[in-house]
């Protein structure tokens, strides 16, 4: 969960299952460090969140795909804007809606929140062709020689 972010963002355009290509032109998400990147698209992904003690469906919508970034980002702003509530106690964030607990996050040793979600991957979403690095990251770290050999 990120404070300084002003939307939801990804990197990974494979988690998308819905997408538009950015219609405008020249739109950039600016960083902290004034970097400014290109944002090539938007849409929804699904997601497994972590509420109840139990994982639930859920999705999120409008979020943008800038390539270049290395995190996904989850916005606090977006969150209160649609009239959601944010609660940080402890170690835990907790987001509020009209029918009560919709997400939660954990606090990491960097004191950065981490969204309890799980990524949702299928072949319903949009992307064509996994980069070697996302078969890297869903084959739980596997040398990379190996994958290379196996689609070879």
């Known amino acids: 969960m990120d404070s300084g972010a002003s939307a939801y963002m990804t990197f990974r355009k494979e988690l998308f299952t819905t997408f538009q290509e950015e219609e405008?032109?020249?739109s950039y998400v600016t960083l902290g460090n004034n970097t400014n990147l290109l944002i090539q698209g938007r849409g929804t992904v699904k997601i497994r969140k972590f509420v109840n003690n139990k994982w639930e469906d859920g999705e999120i919508n409008n979020v943008l795909y800038v390539p270049e970034l290395r995190k996904n980002l989850f916005s606090e702003g977006v969150v209160t804007n649609k009239g959601m509530k944010i609660v940080k106690v402890n170690e835990r964030a907790q987001i509020y809606g009209k029918c009560g607990l919709l997400a939660q996050a954990v606090r990491d040793a960097n004191n950065l929140y981490i969204m309890q979600f799980r990524t949702v991957t299928s072949e319903t979403n949009i992307a064509e062709e996994n980069p070697l690095r996302v078969w890297h990251e869903r084959l739980a770290?596997?040398?990379?020689?190996?994958?290379?050999?196996?689609?070879?």
């Open 24 to 26: 405008k032109e020249n």
């Open 141 to 152: 770290h596997i040398n990379v020689k190996k994958i290379w050999y196996r689609k070879t």
